[in-house]
């Protein structure tokens, strides 16, 4: 199996690196904020 990281070209890699550094920074209730609203759109 090719790691999805492979596929990726570097500028998409990036993206991906500076995306996880911005989840990394948000706050832990974020996360449940985001679900809370998925529920609600059930």
């Known amino acids: ?3 999805l ?3 990726l ?3 998409e890699r990036e993206e991906l690196e ?4 911005e989840a990394m ?3 832990p209730d974020f996360f449940e904020y985001i ?3 998925e529920k609600d759109n059930k």
């Open 9 to 11: 070209s570097p500028r």
């Open 1 to 3: 199996m090719v790691p």
């Open 35 to 37: 679900q809370s609203i």
């Open 25 to 27: 920074e948000e706050p």
């Open 5 to 7: 990281l492979e596929k």
């Open 18 to 21: 500076k995306f996880k550094k």
